[in-house]
């Protein structure tokens, strides 16, 4: 099936994401490091030596080795831009140009780029005609210039003009040059290639922040230059083809026309994830993808899951195929897995809401029970899967045979009508003990057998509309955002502090914290249910407090006093704010009974995570209820975000009552004292916003990938079974991975670091084998809310 008639599939069974995007981008090219594959062009005479921009779309595929996008001249008299990479995964970017060996040019930028899952817009601009040394390489990730610099760099001197890029040498797109080919190979999607001759662009002129998503522009109406190209990858049969009118064609070498691919930055398709590859403990080897991460090969004594990108969400029809390769030996498997399943070491695809199918010997296995099913496969054989996420059915099928004379389009045969429709799940594969490998095809290849009526391929585009998103009524800027800002000590009679906040607050209801980054002060929490100036502390037990030269609420935001925990003169402080609204979060103001009692809440859905303070007389603990699909009981058990304590189990706080869409219930045990006044805060999850949970930790700076379905902007996470801080992050404070400032919840302490996560699009990682973040078989509980949903989220 042609790509086009894949993306007429697509718009036909409801592509929703297509009216967001000012312009689509319809291509990318797939280069593999087991190549070599690449492009490669001898430029002419420069318009100006001196200046040049390089922009390009990018979704990794590894990191593992250094991998030059564009390389020229020699390896050792040469240049290139390159991702870099150590024994972690690529941290950054790096512009070399080495005119000889002892008359170098290098900048090597920090900033983790390790996420595999969408695509990254990066801008690198060499103009030495600027007067500051530092403005004459630049680098620019999603929009956001890096200025963080790993060694000691060596700028370019004013007006040089003797380099190799953009001079009259051989260029290569998708490896360094050298002695011979294959130096430093690429391995990643690469779309919209653009290179200008002479000027120093910005990278607006690339693409624009629509509603905080980095989307492309058309830039066919650029001045490119001499040497300039932009390859769109539109041509099949000619990938180098340049369509800047400039004619400079790149000639290709080890790409074929099935390397052009419609995964680009405005449909981003899955694939096997790297992240989402590991073995089970005490065997060697491991699971290696390659062909843009749509194949998985192991090693013979290995015993591998391998899982993809994009989770299939709540609702919806999905559909993928996996070819064998190879002879099947026993429990290689494929099937699904929810998201909490692929956080374990395991292998079998035998998690207890999995559903597997052993090609091995035509086994299906549920809940980790098997029975016979199917005819087993071979190699060559091409394993269909179906997924009715709304039915909470799949299907298993064998080239265009459905096992069990099932039918897709009917309803009827399904190997199991038992599937979670909460929880997200992943196409997966497994091998075991090696001999078995496969090449996944998610829909951009074109699928070989025509999916059932209404299935569709996992891309971005065919994804749902979140309920807030970057293209929904809500927008995720409308209802939470993390603020920073730097106090000025003036008091309210004097001007105070106004921090403009971009919403009203005198109209609906809003809930404010601030904490000081730089001293020990606690937090101030605020709340327009409670009025101005009102404030509990997150970290203490002490009852309200009311004090006139802390928080009011105004038109625009908030006006601060001189409260030192609040507006300590050049002192840094975060705020974070949240408004009501049903689905998501939620203010209830109550007063004690002294006996168990249901209140009404406005979310209209279950809260998955609620605090409940005591305002007054007396002090008290923020008891907690958390509800993350972990295998405790949060009926029964409590927490407190006031204190590290471990998870206590005690039915008299939440009566041993699940919440509701309209009700909460609290009890007798200290959160329900008669005639005393509470405030009551309630998140819900959202799917693609707000994501309530748990994982386990192993042990490894190498941790688990932790699914949201959206790029975090914040998330708090504790220990659940032990007694461990409550950890805060987010992505103001960190611009760019790992992201390592933290504050604590439950304490008062200032800020702190220690690298711990990669925020990724889909979710984040554990970097870091810190006991409070990831003790090996450690339970942690965890809130986190988006920046944007992964339907439109860029790589970070």
């Known amino acids: 099936m042609s790509n086009e008639l894949i993306t007429a599939l697509q718009s036909a069974a409801g592509n929703v994401s297509g009216d967001f995007y000012p312009y689509t981008v319809d291509n990318s090219a797939r280069f593999d490091s087991s190549g070599p594959n690449y492009l490669e062009k001898t430029l002419g005479t420069a318009t100006d030596r001196k200046k040049f921009t390089f922009s390009f779309w990018v979704k990794p595929c590894e990191f593992t080795n250094w991998q030059s996008v564009l390389g020229t001249g020699g390896f050792l008299a040469g240049a290139y831009i390159a991702l870099t990479s150590t024994s972690t995964g690529t941290t950054g970017i790096r512009y070399l140009e080495q005119i000889s060996s002892a008359n170098a040019i290098k900048t090597d930028f920090i900033g983790s780029l390790r996420d595999p899952s969408s695509f990254y817009h990066i801008v690198v601009v060499r103009d030495t005609t600027e007067a500051t040394d530092t403005d004459r390489v630049r680098l620019y990730v999603n929009g956001t210039r890096f200025t963080q610099i790993n060694g000691t760099p060596v700028w370019p001197s004013l007006n040089r003009s003797d380099f190799y890029i953009n001079g009259p040498v051989q260029h290569s797109v998708g490896e360094t040059l050298g002695s011979s080919h294959g130096i430093n190979p690429l391995s990643a999607y690469l779309s919209e290639v653009v290179f200008i001759d002479g000027q120093g662009l910005e990278p607006t002129d690339f693409a624009e922040d629509k509603n905080g998503v980095w989307v492309p522009k058309d830039v066919s109406g650029l001045t490119f230059g001499n040497n300039g190209f932009y390859l769109d990858f539109a041509d099949s049969s000619n990938l180098g083809n340049d369509v800047s009118g400039n004619n400079n064609d790149f000639t290709s070498s080890g790409l074929t026309s099935s390397d052009q691919m419609p995964d680009t930055p405005t449909n981003n398709f899955t694939t096997f994830s790297p992240l989402h590859v590991w073995t089970e403990t005490g065997i060697a080897g491991s699971a290696t993808l390659s062909d843009g991460n749509l194949s998985a090969v192991a090693p013979a004594v290995a015993r591998y899951n391998a899982a993809c990108s994009i989770a299939m969400p709540t609702t919806g029809k999905w559909y993928c195929e996996l070819t064998v390769v190879g002879t099947p030996n026993s429990a290689s498997a494929v099937g699904i897995e929810i998201a909490s399943d692929l956080q374990a070491t395991r292998y079998g695809g035998l998690g207890p809401d999995s559903v597997g199918l052993r090609i091995d010997s035509g086994t299906k296995w549920i809940n980790s029970a098997g029975s016979a099913y199917g005819n087993g496969a071979a190699n060559g054989d091409i394993i269909q899967i179906a997924v009715d996420r709304d039915a909470g059915k799949c299907w298993f099928g064998e080239n265009n045979t459905w096992y069990n004379s099932g039918d897709p389009e009917a309803g009827t045969g399904a190997a199991s009508s038992a599937l979670s429709t909460t929880e997200p799940m992943f196409f997966m594969a497994t091998s075991y003990d090696g001999g078995c490998d496969y090449n996944a095809n998610f829909g951009q290849l074109g699928f070989t057998y025509t999916p059932p009526t209404d299935f569709l391929a996992l891309s971005t585009a065919n994804l749902p509309e979140p309920t807030i998103g970057p293209n929904s009524d809500i927008k995720p800027s409308d209802v939470f955002a993390t603020v920073l800002y730097t106090g000025n000590g003036t008091a309210k009679g ?91 979060f939620d203010i209830q103001l109550r007063v004690g009974t002294g006996s168990a009692v249901a209140h009404d809440h406005d979310l209209g859905v279950k809260p998955n995570f609620m605090t409940s303070k005591l305002r007054t007389t007396y002090t008290s603990n923020i008891e907690t209820y958390v509800d993350g699909g972990q295998v405790t009981d949060p009926a029964t058990d409590y927490y407190q975000l006031s204190s590290n304590s471990a998870v206590s189990d005690n039915a008299t706080v939440w009566n041993d009552t699940e919440p509701t869409s309209t009700q909460y219930t609290v009890g007798t045990g200290g959160i329900n004292v008669s005639g005393e006044d509470y405030v009551q805060y309630l998140w819900a999850d959202v799917e693609g916003f707000c994501k309530t949970g748990y994982h386990k930790g192993n042990g490894s700076s190498d941790g688990p990938l932790i699914f949201t379905g959206f790029r975090p902007a914040f998330v708090i996470v504790k ?47 554990l970097r870091n084998n810190n006991a409070s973040f990831n003790e090996s078989g450690g339970t942690y509980i965890y809130m986190a809310f988006a920046e944007n949903p992964f339907k439109y989220a860029n790589a970070r």
């Open 719 to 765: 220990q659940s079974n032990v007694a461990r801080g409550w950890y805060i992050f987010d992505s103001a404070r960190d611009t760019y991975n790992a992201v390592d400032d933290y504050l604590r919840a439950d304490t008062a302490a200032a800020e702190a670091n220690l690298d711990s996560y990669d925020f990724l699009s889909n979710g984040f990682k």
């Open 494 to 584: 004097s001007g105070g502090n106004t921090i403009n906040l971009g919403v009203d607050m005198t109209s609906g209801k809003y809930m404010v914290a601030i904490k000081n980054r730089d001293a020990a002060d606690s937090w101030m929490v605020f709340d327009t249910m409670r009025g101005d100036n009102k404030y509990i502390e997150f970290d203490s037990t002490d009852a309200e407090v009311t004090d006139t030269e802390t928080c009011e609420f105004t038109s625009t935001g908030v006006k601060l006093g001189n409260n030192t925990a609040v507006n300590t003169n050049g002192e840094d402080y975060v705020l974070y704010w949240f408004k009501a609204t049903p689905g998501f």
